[in-house]
C-alpha cells in the first residue's frame, strides 16, 4: 500500500488541494462553507478566493466542530435555499463521535457537499497489516497535506473528485520547493519561515515537483506509521512516570492517545513548554495561532503539540522540560 491513493489528485500543497474542492463546489453553484473555528487559516482562504461565504462552527472539547451548532447552521442555510459545503477536518487524529457523525452523514444525504481533511488521520490505516486505504466515506471529498509531517517536498492530495485540471509549474513554485528542501536539509527557524513565506504566494494547484514525488515513492507509509507509534507509547508511559510525582490529577491531558499523528497535550505549562523545547530545536509541528482578527471566542488554549518521532536523545529532553 503506497502513500498516494491510486485515484488522487496530486498537488504542491494542501491549500491548492482546497482551491481545487472550492473551485468544484462553485461550479456546482455552492455558495457557503461551513468550517471549524478551530482550523488553519490556509484552510479557509481557497473557499474564499473562490467567492464561498464562510461560516465557522464552534468546536466542541474534543476539538471537532460541535454536533448541535454544526446541525443549527445546517438547518439555518437549508431553510434559506442553501446547499452548503461542510469542511470536516479530523483535527490532531481525532474521529468524529456518533453525533457529529450523523449529522454530517445526514448534510451529505440532503444535497450538502462533505469535504473531509484527513491529514492528521491518514497514516492511521497504515499501522493495521491487511487493511487498505480508508476511503472517502458516502461520496465525500478527501484533501490530505503531508508538507508540515513528513520529511519530503511540498506534497498534497484530493480524492473523490475525478480528475482535475492543474496549472504548470512556474519559476516561482520551484524556488518553493528548493526553499522547503533547504530546510528540511538544515531545518532552522529561518529556512522554515523563508519557505512559508513562499508558500504564502502559492494557491495556484499545481504538480508537485518530479523530485519530491520520487522521494514519496520512496516512503513506507507503514514504518513511518510505527515509528510515530513508538515515540506515543515512549511519552506517554514517561507521562504516567510523571503523573505519579505531581500532587493532584489531572495535570496534563492527553487529547489524542490513539492517533498515527503528533501527540497533542493539554496543559497550563504548554506555552512555557513550547518555548522551552523551541530553544532545544524541537518545534511543533501543529500549531495554529489564535486569529484575533476574527474575533473568535473559545478558541482552544494551552495545547502543545509534540514532534511525531523522537529519538532517544530528544525524548530525554522533553521529560526533563515536561518536569520543570
Known amino acids: 500500500m503506497g502513500l498516494i491513493p491510486d485515484d488522487a489528485t496530486v498537488v504542491a500543497l494542501g491549500r491548492q488541494a482546497f482551491g481545487l474542492a472550492a473551485q468544484r463546489a462553485r461550479e456546482q453553484g455552492r455558495r457557503t462553507v461551513l468550517v471549524p473555528q478551530f482550523s488553519c487559516q490556509t484552510m479557509v482562504t481557497p473557499w474564499q ?8 462552527v464552534p468546536v466542541a472539547e474534543d476539538l471537532l466542530m460541535d454536533p448541535g451548532m454544526l446541525a443549527a447552521q445546517l438547518a439555518t442555510l437549508r431553510s434559506a435555499g442553501e446547499s452548503p459545503v461542510v469542511l ?4 490532531f487524529g481525532i474521529h468524529a463521535g456518533a453525533d457529529l457523525d450523523a449529522v454530517l452523514t445526514a448534510a451529505g444525504r440532503r444535497g450538502g457537499q ?15 497489516p491487511g487493511v487498505d486505504r480508508v476511503e472517502p466515506e458516502r461520496g465525500w471529498t478527501e484533501v490530505v497535506s503531508i508538507r508540515k509531517l513528513m520529511p519530503l517536498g511540498e506534497l498534497a492530495w484530493i480524492t473523490g473528485t475525478g480528475d482535475l485540471e492543474l496549472a504548470a509549474r512556474t519559476p516561482a513554485d520551484d524556488r518553493l520547493t ?12 529561518e529556512a522554515f519561515e523563508a519557505a ?19 522521494q514519496a515513492r520512496e516512503v513506507d507509509p507503514a514504518a513511518l506509521a510505527e515509528q510515530i507509534m513508538e515515540t506515543r507509547r515512549a511519552v506517554l508511559a514517561a507521562l504516567a512516570e510523571l503523573a505519579e510525582r505531581w500532587c493532584g490529577d489531572g495535570r496534563i491531558d492527553v487529547l489524542n492517545p490513539h492517533a498515527v499523528c503528533p501527540l497533542v497535550l493539554r496543559w497550563p505549562g504548554a506555552g512555557r513548554a513550547a518555548l522551552a523545547l523551541h530553544r532545544l530545536g524541537l518545534e511543533e509541528p501543529i500549531h ?10 473559545g478558541w482552544p488554549q494551552n495545547l ?5 518521532v523522537l529519538s532517544t536523545r530528544q525524548l530525554a529532553r522533553l521529560i526533563e522540560v515536561l518536569a520543570r
Not at 508558500?199 to 519530491?212: F, G, I, K, L, N
Not at 495554529?288 to 471566542?297: F, I, R
Open 88 to 91: 470536516h477536518c479530523e483535527t
Open 49 to 56: 478566493l473562490e467567492g464561498l461565504a464562510v461560516h465557522r
Open 288 to 297: 495554529w495561532d489564535e486569529p484575533a482578527h476574527l474575533g473568535t471566542a
Open 304 to 308: 502543545l503539540c509534540l514532534p511525531a
Open 196 to 214: 512559508e513565506d513562499l508558500a504564502d504566494d502559492s494557491w495556484t494547484p499545481v504538480p508537485p515537483h518530479p523530485r519530491t514525488l520520487e
Open 178 to 189: 528548493a526553499a522547503r528542501m533547504r530546510f528540511l536539509a538544515q531545518p532552522g527557524v
Open 114 to 128: 462533505v469535504v473531509v481533511d484527513r491529514t492528521h488521520s491518514f497514516l492511521q490505516a497504515h499501522r493495521r
